[in-house]
Structure formats: structure tokens, C-alpha cells
């Protein structure tokens, strides 16, 4: 009993707490974030296939997550005018369809990895989005593809107006995707993939095709953005071009090195970080990408291992018991980085005011007080506040980085 | 019965000529060793043999078939497996990940994403007893990268003869940069291992030649100039004067 609540336990919490949070945060807005979420640690976890285990920079990836969204709305309207297939499978149809795709995409591009790889699925993206206005009959031109999810036949006795049903269908494919691309990473596929990625050469001669282990593991990935692609037209019921371009490319490549992509779950918490800003920080400031590439940057620079790096980085301290040592001294960073921040974020704000506002002399507000952008006070206080940060940030990290050899030491003392 | 068989093979990279016409038969279960001076092309010999590169000219047997411009992986899966003189192993994964990967295709899971690695209870059970044989079985769970020098020498060799399917070992230079204790540890360890197969060796330490081949082929300026016996290339003139001479007193 004991040993199958450790082996499953975190399953079972995972389900639980899908189960929940939409009756804890239960309005449109936040149910509507949970299922973008959603398909996100889908589509960064299937894109984490082929980066972070088969070794392969793609920045095409979206082109299966559009063909399958494309493919699963078209099924939408098939439903609709009566093929008896419920609704709820109509995701799987999208990834059949990708792993079609990504079996002939997959082959064409993976004879090499590293440059080679990355420079075809830029091409492969680019190919697929200039079809797709070429080819109105499947992508529908400008205006794209749309259905009517409230369809007759469904399994779950869902009608699938309301948003939270369509979370729930979200939530039940998330596990199911999850899991299968957990046990994929324990198949010896899986290993192989592994293998290939740190040394082709050497898997030659261990009986490998490094095309196939690369081929395999491509189109593996392909069927999960397939899935993602058919809940995404589940969910917002039209899909454009726009799908298959660069820019949810981009997107995902970014929700998983920000995650990173050296550990299983890395991708899962980048793509809530990265949903959860796409969609509050929008709301808040028009330089909301501003602060997302800041982030994106400041992650390659200083935390190549995403914050699944951070996390596990601090694992053998917190096993050690020696965390409040260190903790001690990240309060001690904080409020200088805080300080920074605030400085920086003044000076985007009335720097972003004075250019993009439509009226730049109109009194602009920023946390809750209002003042004129052309204010020498808002300017002095911005680089004083940036100035004094700095001094304190650059003191700061001396104790930082004094806890840690201290915590270290302690470690191998210990051991 | 003859285990590798080289018919004429040449080798030329743009106008230069690196194997020029070499012809070698090796019959099973021998272990056999191949010494000449640096540039002679004893790597690019083993690079031909594996299929790592193309043959010009000439053709290559393994256990009496052709296996000229066959990829690598094929010609592995054939029998003929091999180290490579600079390290050459999965330095992100474990020790343990590293043999078991090794195991995979000889044991027919190949290219498999529907069996659950741990489960395999043979494949688990081999890599262990390989572990044990080549001496990492305490260093099972670390990155190979962590391994001393010395120890990821003996990991590739575990990797180079993993498969129960090997037959022909090829070896390029197993000790190059290991100290005398570890050298001799090293040829134990390749000698227990090779039992029943067919070794090619490409060495410099030539006590370790001397003491672990049944047949030593001389290669000099792409050519094999001697194959023969231990005792015979030690005194063949010829060997003496092209390569020998200053290393052996």
C-alpha cells in the first residue's frame, strides 16, 4: 500500500488538484487560464521530447500543434454533420494526424542534429505557414477554420457549453499526455533517444540508426502537439494560419528552456509561468513582452537549467536540513533586487508612456499613484532607485554567494 | 574459420594516400594486434572496418560476408563492435544507463517505446554483471562524465562488449594515457572479457601488445609490411628497422 502511494501518490495529487482548482478559482477568467494552461504543459512537455531528450532544436514545432488543431476542427464540423465520433477523442484524431506529418517531416530533417536540425524546422515552419494561405480548402485562408463544439454525440454526457467542461476534458488529456510521456522517457526508446542526443557516433555501435532514434522520437513528440493542437480547437472553436507560424514556435521554445529542459517537469512549470504572464501581465502593462524577453534572457544567462535547474540545485541542501542558511541570505538579495526592479520597471513605464500612450502629457498612474510622465521627480527617482539597487544587489550577492560555499563545506563535512 | 577478411582496401582522402592496398585475414578467436609508427593509419583501419568511413577501393568480410559500405550501426548489429581511441561513451548518463543502453539491441528491444526499462529484468541483470566485471558497480548511479580517465576507459571497453551478439572486438589504443597498475588491470580485464571472441587491437604500449596478441600485423605508411607471430616480428628485420628498433632494445 505504502509503496504503490509513493509510486502513484503524485499522480493522484496531480489529479486531485486538477479536480479542484477550478471550484477554488471559479471565474470565466481563471478557468479559462487553467485550460490554456492546460494545453501548454502539453505542448512544452512534447516539445521537451525532442530538446531536452533527443537533443533537437526545433523552431517549427507549432507546425503539428496547428495541423492537428486544423485537422480535429475540421473533425468538429464532421461531428457535427453527423459522423458518430464523441468529442471528447477528437484531440486524438489531430495527433494521428500529426504523427502522419511528423513521420515525413521527421525523416527529411533528422539525418543531423545541431544546426542542421534547426535550420530545416525553421524551414519546415515557414513552408507550412506559407501553405497554409495556399491551401484555403484545409487551413481556410485569412480567416481560418471554425465549429461548433456543442456537438450531439459526446461521452461524458457534457454538453460543452461552459467553459469548465471543456477544462475538464483539458484536464483528463493533460494527465493522460503527461503520463505517457513520463513512461516514454523510461522505455528503452526513451534511453536510446538519450543516448543519441550526448554522442550519435557512439550509438552507431551500439546497434543504432541515430535517424531513426531521431525519426521516432520526432513523430512521439508530433502526436502529443497534435493533441494540444485539437484541445486548442476545442477550447476557442476557430484556428487560423497563424497556428503553425513561428510565433507559438517561438512560444513554446521559450516555455521550456524557461522551465528547463533538463529535467522531466521543467517544461510543466514553465508553461504555466509563461500562460499565466502571457495573460495577467497583458492586462496589466502594454510592456509585458518587454518584461517576458527580460526574463526569457536573464534565464539563458544566468539560469541555463530553468527553474526546475534552480529547484533541484537546492535539493541536496534541503535534504541536508541546511536551507535556512540560505534562505537567510536570499532575503537578504531580495529587497535590493526588489528595489532594481522597481527602478527599471518606472523607467519602462514612463518610457513606454511617452512613446506608445496616445496622449504622452495625460497623467499616468503606476501603483496607484499618478503623475506626469514628463516629471523630472518620476526620472530622478527611477535612477536613484536603479542606482542604489545596484550598489546593494552587487553587495547582496557577495553573502549569497558566501552561504553557499558555507552550506557546501557543510555538505562534505556531513559526507 | 575467418572471422574478418580485408581484400586490397585503400583509402585516400582527397589526393592523399592513407591505406594502400591492405589484405588481412583474421581467424576466429584470435587476438590480433596491429603497431606501426604515428600516421601509419591504424585508426583510419578500424574507421574503415567499422564503416565509420567508406572504403575507396577493395573489400572488407566479417564471418564470411561483405560488409563494405554498410552504415555503422549495421555492421555492428552484425557482430563487430568497437572502442575508439579518444573516450567515447554517454557522458550525461549514468554508468549504469551507459551499459544498459548497450544491451538493448542485442537483446532484441531495439527501437521499443512499449517496454518499461526497469522491468527488463534480463537486460538489468546483465548490465549489473557487467558492472561487476569491468569494476563500476559502486559508481553505478553517477554521471559517466564524473568517472576518472581510467574508469571510462573500462566503461567503453563494458560498452564495446556488451552484446551477447559481439563477436569481433576492435580496440583502438585501450590504454593510451593509463598508469602501469591501471594498464595491467586493463588487459586483464580486456583478456577475460574477449574469451571466445575475436580482439583487434591498435596499441602502443607494446608489453601490452606483446603479452595479449597470438598475432602482431605491422602497418607502416599504410601498408602491412609483417603479420606474424609475437616472436617473429620481434626479430624481423624489417619491423626492427621501420618501427621496433628504438622501442625495443
Known amino acids: 500500500m505504502k509503496r504503490y502511494l509513493k509510486q502513484y501518490g503524485i499522480w493522484l495529487a496531480a489529479a486531485v488538484a486538477c479536480t479542484i482548482l477550478p471550484l477554488v478559482f471559479n471565474s470565466g477568467f481563471a478557468i479559462s487560464m487553467l485550460s ?17 531528450h533527443g537533443g533537437m532544436l526545433s523552431f517549427g514545432h507549432a507546425v503539428f500543434y496547428g495541423l492537428g488543431g486544423f ?10 454533420d453527423g459522423l458518430p465520433l464523441p468529442l471528447e477523442i477528437l484531440p486524438l484524431l489531430g495527433g494521428l494526424f500529426a504523427v502522419v506529418c511528423g513521420l515525413i517531416f521527421g525523416w527529411l530533417s533528422t539525418d543531423r542534429a545541431g544546426t542542421t536540425f534547426a535550420l530545416i524546422s525553421l524551414g519546415i515552419g515557414e513552408l507550412i505557414a506559407a501553405s497554409a494561405l495556399m491551401l484555403p480548402g484545409f487551413f481556410g485562408g485569412e480567416e481560418g477554420v471554425s465549429a461548433n463544439r456543442m456537438v450531439e454525440t459526446t461521452l461524458t454526457g457534457f454538453k460543452f457549453g461552459r467553459g469548465i467542461e471543456v477544462y ?30 550526448d554522442n550519435p557516433e557512439r550509438a552507431a555501435f551500439i546497434g543504432y540508426n541515430a535517424r531513426v532514434v531521431r525519426t521516432m522520437q520526432y513523430t512521439l513528440s508530433a502526436f502529443f502537439a497534435g493533441i494540444a493542437g485539437g484541445l486548442f480547437a476545442i477550447t476557442y472553436e476557430i484556428i487560423t494560419a497563424e497556428t503553425v507560424g513561428a510565433i507559438p514556435s517561438g ?54 537549467n530553468g527553474l526546475a535547474g534552480i529547484i533541484m540545485m537546492h535539493e541536496p541542501v534541503w ?97 | 574459420m575467418t572471422a574478418l577478411k580485408l581484400v586490397d582496401v585503400h583509402k585516400s582522402f582527397g589526393t592523399s594516400k592513407i591505406i594502400n592496398g591492405v589484405s ?38 566479417l564471418n564470411g560476408r561483405g560488409i563494405t ?41 531495439r527501437y521499443s517505446f512499449w517496454h518499461m526499462c526497469d522491468r527488463l ?81 591498435v596499441e602502443h604500449d607494446m608489453s601490452v601488445v606483446f603479452d595479449l596478441a597470438d598475432r602482431i600485423s605491422v602497418l607502416v605508411y599504410g601498408e602491412i609490411v609483417a603479420t606474424d607471430s609475437p616472436e617473429n616480428i620481434r626479430q624481423n628485420a624489417e619491423v626492427q628497422e621501420a618501427y621496433l628498433g628504438k622501442e625495443i632494445a
Open chain 1, 36 to 52: 490554456q494552461m492546460g494545453i501548454a504543459i502539453i505542448f512544452a512537455l512534447s516539445y521537451n521530447m525532442l530538446l531536452g
Open chain 1, 71 to 80: 485537422l480535429a476542427m475540421h473533425a468538429i464540423n464532421w461531428v457535427g
Open chain 1, 168 to 197: 475538464y476534458l483539458i484536464a483528463a488529456w493533460m494527465l493522460i499526455c503527461v503520463a505517457l510521456m513520463y513512461l516514454l522517457t523510461k522505455t528503452p526508446l526513451g534511453r536510446v533517444a538519450n543516448a543519441v542526443r
Open chain 1, 251 to 304: 512560444n513554446v521554445l521559450m516555455m521550456t528552456y524557461i522551465g528547463g529542459v533538463g529535467h522531466f517537469f521543467g517544461p510543466i512549470m514553465g508553461a504555466v509561468l509563461v500562460t499565466m504572464m502571457q495573460i495577467s501581465l497583458a492586462g496589466i502593462t502594454h510592456a509585458w513582452l518587454l518584461y517576458f524577453g527580460l526574463l526569457f534572457v536573464g534565464m539563458i544567462l544566468w539560469a541555463p
Open chain 1, 319 to 415: 535534504k541536508a536540513g541546511l536551507m535556512s542558511r540560505l534562505l537567510r541570505a536570499y532575503g537578504v538579495i531580495a529587497i535590493p533586487t526588489l528595489v532594481l526592479f522597481i527602478g527599471v520597471m518606472i523607467l519602462i513605464e514612463i518610457n513606454y508612456h511617452l512613446s506608445l500612450s496616445v496622449n504622452p502629457d495625460e497623467p499616468m498612474s503606476l501603483f496607484g499613484m499618478t503623475f506626469h510622465a514628463q516629471s523630472p521627480v518620476a526620472w530622478i527617482l527611477s535612477i536613484v532607485l536603479i542606482a542604489v539597487g545596484f550598489f546593494f544587489f552587487r553587495k547582496a550577492q557577495q553573502v549569497v554567494r558566501d552561504s553557499w560555499n558555507e552550506v557546501t563545506q557543510l555538505m562534505k563535512g556531513g559526507a
Open chain 2, 24 to 61: 588481412l585475414e583474421i581467424p576466429k578467436g584470435e587476438r590480433h594486434a596491429i603497431i606501426g609508427p604515428n600516421g601509419a593509419g591504424k585508426s583510419t583501419l578500424f574507421n574503415l572496418i567499422s564503416g565509420f568511413y567508406e572504403v575507396s577501393r577493395g573489400y572488407i568480410e
Open chain 2, 69 to 109: 559500405g554498410r552504415p555503422p550501426h549495421r555492421i555492428n548489429r552484425r557482430g563487430l563492435s568497437r572502442s575508439f581511441q579518444v573516450t567515447n561513451i554517454f557522458p550525461k548518463m549514468t554508468v549504469f544507463e551507459n551499459i544498459r543502453c548497450a544491451l538493448f539491441w542485442p537483446m532484441g528491444y
Open chain 2, 121 to 201: 529484468k534480463n537486460v538489468n541483470r546483465k548490465a549489473e554483471e557487467i558492472l561487476e566485471t569491468i569494476n563500476l558497480a559502486d559508481r553505478r548511479d553517477i554521471p559517466a562524465a564524473m568517472l576518472a580517465y581510467a574508469e571510462q576507459r573500462e566503461l567503453e571497453i563494458g560498452i564495446t562488449i556488451a552484446g551477447d551478439n559481439t563477436e569481433v572486438v576492435l580496440l583502438d589504443e585501450p590504454t593510451a594515457g593509463m598508469s602501469l597498475s591501471e594498464t595491467k588491470r586493463a588487459v586483464e580485464l580486456i583478456r577475460s572479457m574477449t574469451e571466445g571472441k575475436t580482439l583487434i587491437v
